[in-house]
């Protein structure tokens, strides 16, 4: 750990000269504080989403709707825990004579840049805030894990992981009554 201002601070987990704005998949996880169970339970392996665990998967699947250059892939949100796989496409959008340019409605998530943190801080800000809204008890762990997804194999191995997470939900190093 780094000392810094007199607090110790984490170093970045992040690939160093890796632009994370490049057209990219990633896989992306995404935990709770302390690896609490707010999105619901796995009942005989399947997920069983509670309120913020239907938000959680709703607001997952609008991500593109705020980033339009982004697209999603598999995902799956788990109890304490959201997989996705995230494409970061090109965002050079052309205008012709004959398109007129549309306004884009503001983001929900306020202003964002391009790149993946922006987009997870968006997501995690927008699921937290309908929390707070409600009045239900949530937080996020700070910070995210990502993995840069480097060929078709590797994705196709992420995809199958992704989908059969709820199946090995009683061996999943993330579940707290293993």
């Not at 509670?50 to 709707?65: D, F, H, L, T, V």
């Not at 997501?123 to 480097?150: C, D, M, P, T």
């Amino acid at each position: 750990m780094i000392f810094f201002k007199n607090r110790y601070r984490i170093e970045s987990i992040r690939l160093k000269n890796w632009d994370y704005h490049s057209s990219a998949y990633y896989f992306v996880t995404i935990c709770t504080r302390n690896r609490e169970c707010f999105f619901g339970n796995v009942i005989e392996t399947e997920m069983k989403l509670s309120s913020i665990g239907n938000i959680a998967s709703r607001y997952w699947q609008e991500i593109p709707n705020h980033f339009p250059h982004v697209q999603l892939d598999e995902y799956v949100v788990m109890p304490n825990h959201v997989h996705g796989i995230v494409i970061i496409g090109d965002d050079n959008i052309v205008e012709t004579q004959n398109f007129a340019s549309l306004q884009r409605k503001p983001s929900k998530f306020g202003p964002q840049s391009k790149n993946l943190a922006s987009i997870i801080r968006g997501y995690k800000i927008g699921v937290k805030k309908w929390s707070v809204i409600n009045n239900i008890l949530f937080a996020w762990q700070q910070r995210f894990y990502e993995h840069i997804i480097r060929d078709e194999n590797e994705l196709n191995t992420i995809r199958e992981y992704v989908a059969n997470n709820p199946t090995n939900w009683a061996e999943d190093e993330e579940n707290p009554d293993k």
